[in-house]
């Protein structure tokens, strides 16, 4: 659990909801227009009573899954019951989210990328939260191509952008874009050989396409704080050449 912040914009009002074992932000997008409003959660990744309660202001369309890493989906199954709201994502990621499981059964714990050595050595191995049940995998609306999502007056936009897992999604809305892992302040997400699924050339080619947007489009990582294309661009190179 974190904090939440708003930001009102001319069109769209965000909040952002830091939860779970690596702070993923989990972001409800909603219209800025007075009254009740549909919103999009986007990344329940865990704490799904304090998702709910900050949700209950809005009539929630749907939960869009970035991707499949448990720390971005803990906290699905819960929510999607107790809003009543469907499940949306890229079907590759049934694949991660089985990998993901498997790591569990394995080691007892969940894979955390790169935190997952230190948080295991200071005796804080993730682990899901007993009680909180466990996202089966359906999901009630696939997205494999680009399509655009109606949320009141909001035109919303999603992309697959393969590369830190087959199916990662990027969500673009009124000037922001929502990178899950793709896309962060300083480069893309983890890839690397000994990251399964994940491919480097792949993410390249995704933060290429989202380095292409306006200049002034925020930048909304999976985790810590914003940025924007006109930060990010100059670095893209650099990037490529040092191969992470
Ligand atoms: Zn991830
Ligand atoms: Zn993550």
Not at 102 to 115: E, I, N, S, W
Not at 137 to 151: C, F, R, S, V, Y
Request: charged residues 20%.
């Amino acid at each position: 659990m974190g904090r939440a912040t708003s930001q009102a914009g001319r069109m769209i009002r965000l909040e952002r909801l830091v939860v779970g074992y690596l702070d993923t932000n989990c972001w409800i997008i909603a219209p800025d227009v007075p009254g009740r409003q549909p919103a999009l959660i986007i990344d329940p990744g865990d704490d799904p009573d304090y998702l709910a309660a900050a949700a209950a202001s809005y009539d929630v369309v749907g939960l869009l899954l970035t991707h499949a890493h448990a720390d971005h989906v803990l906290a699905l199954s819960a929510l999607a019951e107790s809003l009543n709201a469907p499940i949306i994502g890229h079907p590759a990621e049934r694949e991660v989210w089985a990998a993901e499981l498997d790591h569990l059964k394995r080691h007892g714990y969940l894979d955390a990328g790169t935190a997952t050595a230190d948080l295991v050595a200071n005796g804080k191995a993730p682990r899901p939260t007993p009680g909180v049940p466990l996202w089966n995998g359906h999901l009630d609306q696939e997205i494999a191509e680009p399509t655009k999502l109606a949320l009141g007056p909001l035109d919303v936009e999603v992309i697959p952008t393969p590369g830190h897992s087959p199916g990662s999604l990027t969500v673009h809305v009124a000037g922001h874009l929502f990178t899950g892992d793709t896309l962060f302040p300083g480069g893309p997400g983890l890839t690397g050989p000994e990251y399964p699924l994940t491919d480097f050339d792949a993410i390249m080619r995704s933060v290429r396409q989202l380095l292409s947007y306006p200049t002034d489009t925020v930048v909304h990582p999976g985790h810590g704080a914003d940025t924007t294309v006109g930060t990010e661009q100059p670095a893209l190179e650099s990037w490529q050449a040092r191969g992470w």
